[in-house]
């Protein structure tokens, strides 16, 4: 499979898991993605672990024009309703002028992602096979535990090839709309998580503000 000369970052593996962020207003919508650098970072991707090592999990990737609006449109509608909530991202409370001040530039850019997903040129809807919505918890994160870790390994495989990412999971507010635009059987499958895909502009991302350790470390016991 041929990739594109330039698409080894050359990053280590410390500046990917710590640069890694949601790349909203960054988005090169311009520029094309090879759906060989896509396969790749799927390859990747189905490196991570899985529950029983059943391999549940499963990628919609939307390139076409016309299904990622239709994506896009529904994830719209359903960050209106999401803007309502108490655990909208601009309407937490981080107790500190500092952290206040980046949720609310993160707040500004997810709105951003909101009016611009479908310019992305891939959209990608990260699934697993199963429902238990009913079930025991165990088999939830079970479920989940099998496509989050993959999700989250296509989108480090993404920064060190050049690509941004960004975990949404508000269109599961619309979730049958979502479901319907792409064919998704979802009383079968779970959608985990939505993406936008797309070259960055630029590629000096640094770590984000983030809690001291200390603060959420139990040592020994709760
Ligand atoms: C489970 C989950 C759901 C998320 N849902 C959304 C979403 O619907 N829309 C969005 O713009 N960002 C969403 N995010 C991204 C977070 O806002 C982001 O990870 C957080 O603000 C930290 O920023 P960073 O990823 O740039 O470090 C989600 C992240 C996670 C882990």
Not at 32 to 45: G, H
Not at 54 to 73: G, K, N, P, S
Not at 83 to 89: E, G, N, S, V
Not at 194 to 218: C, K, M, N, Q, W
Request: hydrophobic share 40%.
């Amino acid at each position: 499979m041929a990739l594109p000369a330039d698409t080894d970052l050359g990053l280590s593996a410390e500046d990917v898991l710590t640069t890694t962020r949601s790349v909203r207003k960054r988005l090169d919508f311009e520029r094309p993605v090879p759906k060989e650098l896509l396969t790749d970072c799927v390859r990747v991707a189905l490196q991570a672990p899985s529950g029983s090592n059943r391999w549940l999990m499963q990628f919609v990737i939307v390139t076409d024009r016309e299904r990622r609006e239709a994506l896009a449109a529904v994830y719209r509608e359903a960050y209106e309703q999401y803007r309502q909530i108490p655990t909208y991202i601009g309407a937490v409370d981080k107790g500190t002028p500092e952290r206040n001040a980046s949720q609310q530039r993160t707040s500004g850019s997810a709105d951003y992602l909101a009016e611009n997903m479908h310019r992305a040129p891939a959209l990608v809807l990260a699934c697993a096979m199963g429902r238990p919505d009913n079930g025991p918890s165990i088999a939830k994160t079970t479920l989940l535990g099998s496509v989050m870790p993959g999700m989250w390994s296509f989108m480090l495989a993404a920064r060190a090839r050049g690509l941004g990412t960004a975990w949404t999971s508000v269109s599961l507010f619309r979730e049958q709309e979502t479901a319907d635009v792409v064919g998704i059987p979802i009383d079968e499958v779970t959608i985990a998580a939505l993406s936008p895909v797309a070259y960055t502009l630029g590629t000096d991302f640094r770590p984000a503000l983030r809690p001291d350790p200390e603060e959420v470390i139990h040592w020994e016991q709760w």
